[in-house]
Each structure stands twice: as C-alpha cells, then as structure tokens.
C-alpha cells in the first residue's frame, strides 16, 4: 500500500510536468516568431522613412564638418581627429541597420527553435515517466483485487463492484455463495499441493460456467462467489447452476469419490430489505447453509431473504414455519 502511495505521489508530480513544459514549448516558439516580427518591424515604411532622415542628417552634419569654414575654426592639429570621426559616422548606414536586424533575428530564431527541441525531449521522456506509473498501479490494483492462485477476483473486488450496485437508485442482482465440501479432507489426505491443484480446476470452472460481466471471486480458502449484476429468472437460474454443478461433478469426479468432495450453493437475490453487501452475503450464507443441511451438492435460493436458518437460530421470537418446512422442527427459535 505504502509503494502504491508513493507512485500515485510520483504521477500527480509527474502529471504536472507535461502542462508546464508545454507552457515552456510554447514560450520557445514565440521567440523566432518575436524574432521576425521584430526584423519586419525595423524595414516597415516608417522606421525605413526615420533611418533615410538619420542618413540626410548624418551627411549634412559630415558637410558641414568637412567645410572650409567649421576647419578654420579649429586648431590644425584637431584635423586629422575629425576626419576619424567623420569616417565613424559614415558606418551608421542603413547596410548596417539590416546586418543588424538580420543577425538579431538569426540569434533569436536559432534559440527559440533550439529551446523547443530541448522541451519536446524532455516531453517524451515524462510521458514515457507516466506510461511506467501507470503500468505499475495496473499491476498494483490487479494484485489487490486478484487472487494469486486461481486467478480470479478476490473479496474487495466483490465488495467494490457490490458497493456499486447499491449507490444505485434501484439496485438489482444476485450473490451466488458456494463452498466446497470436505475440502479439508483433500488437504488433510493428499496435500495442500493436490488442493491447490483442485482449486485451481475449481476456478476454471466457475470462469467457463459465467460470464465474463459477472464478478467471478475467491473469498479465500474454499469459499467461493459469483456477483451478478442483473436478477435471472428462476428457470435460466436453475439451469444455469444444475449446469455448473454436473461439470463439477465430471471434472473432479475422482476428488467425489476418494474425499466425499461436493458443492454446495447458496443464492440470494437484491431486493428492497437488502440494502448492503453485508446483508446480501448473509442471505447468501443463510441459504447454503440450508443446501448443506439438505444433503450438500445441491444449491438453494434465499427468495425471502432470512438470515435465521442455521440450527442456533436467535433472530426472532415466533415459530419458525420456515425451520419446519426445512428441517421438520417443531420447536419454538431460542430467545
């Protein structure tokens, strides 16, 4: 859990890198687009008519410098010094504003595409960064929700996808509850190495006998469970399970014969007193126990939905016509 904590930190982290690179992106392919828009700007009609007005100060100032008249006013000596300067203003010429401009927006451009490039590397590299995490809390949700040995789902997958049926606004399904019988006996003979080995048969089963919507789980040990989403009617019910069960009976038929191993199942059905997972398992549980005391291999449905079925019944005060119907008790539920 810590390891899962850790890598969704490290996504939300790494989800952010994406938008601020992008902005960083961006900025770098403003700077060309900048660079040009400043190189036109320089040569528009205005600044071109400032820079001919510079030009015709410039070469009236170099005439009146070179005169006759200004070089009288000065010492001998200060010539040579004027015709330096003269010769400095002669270089601010529009040549030289467009070598200007040219090699300004060659600088800008040449940056601005370089830093584009450098954010599009690293880009890819947090995508790759973010493939990996979500690799791994695929991985990491799958080992919490799957059991390791059948391959099916496991107890919190049943209790998610069940807790989702009932935040629904009229929440309809069926739990499918079954155990298998003298499992312990297979252990206890063979070896946890044989029933592990019938566990794993078991649970090909049950994926091959539902289908692929229905919550297929393994509780643990050897109780199993099957979450269906939708109320099947009691024929398709009967058929479905009677199905189930002869294939059981075929593929572990040596497990029958040498470990007295058998199948009971108990099916309760989501109606409006059934507003929990708890309650629905209860049901569930109710109803097996009602299959085992029948003569196991067999399955029963919970229609009622009672939770008060086993032998130490304690859940009500009146007779339990239900118990005498089943059990053919005669006695009054202990209080």
Not at 63 to 92: A, C, R
Not at 127 to 147: F, P, S, V
Request: aromatic letters at 10%.
């Amino acid at each position: 859990m810590a390891d899962k904590g850790r890598l969704i930190q490290r996504g939300k982290m790494t989800l952010k890198k994406p938008v601020i690179l992008s902005l960083f992106a961006g900025t770098s392919l403003l700077v060309p687009v900048m660079a040009l828009l400043l190189y036109q700007s320089i040569y528009n009609s205005n600044i071109q008519s400032e820079i001919e007005h510079l030009e015709s100060t410039m070469n009236q100032i170099q005439s009146f410098i070179q005169s006759e008249k200004f070089l009288e006013l000065i010492p001998t000596e200060w010539h040579g010094i004027i015709h330096e300067y003269v010769s400095d203003l002669s270089v601010l010429s529009s040549a030289s504003w467009k070598s200007f401009g040219m090699g300004l927006f060659v600088i800008l451009a040449a940056s601005g595409f370089i830093l584009f490039f450098v954010y599009w590397i690293l880009g890819h590299m947090v995508i790759n960064d973010l493939k990996m995490i979500n690799q791994k809390l695929t991985e990491e949700m799958l080992k919490n929700t799957k059991d390791s040995l059948t391959g099916l789902y496991n107890r919190n997958k049943v209790e998610d996808e069940a807790q989702e049926i009932f935040r629904k606004k009229t929440p309809q399904g069926m739990l499918i509850l079954i155990d298998l019988d003298n499992f312990k006996k297979v252990n206890d003979e063979a070896g946890h190495i044989e029933g592990d080995r019938v566990l794993k048969t078991f649970g090909q089963i049950l994926d091959r006998q539902f289908r692929a919507t229905d919550t297929k789980a393994r509780l643990g040990g050897d109780e199993f469970v099957i979450l269906l989403q939708q109320e099947l009617t009691t024929e398709v019910l009967q058929m479905k399970l009677n199905r189930f069960l002869d294939e059981v009976r075929l593929e572990l038929k040596e497990y029958y014969k040498n470990y007295k191993l058998s199948v009971s199942i108990g099916v309760a059905v989501i109606t409006q007193d059934i507003r929990s997972y708890t309650e629905l398992y209860k049901s569930a549980d109710a109803a097996m126990y009602v299959a085992k005391r029948s003569g196991k291999d067999r399955f029963y449905v919970n229609k009622d939905n009672n939770t008060c079925m086993r032998e130490n019944c304690i859940c009500c005060r009146a007779i339990c016509d239900r118990r005498k119907t089943l059990f053919g008790e005669k006695r009054r539920c202990k209080t």
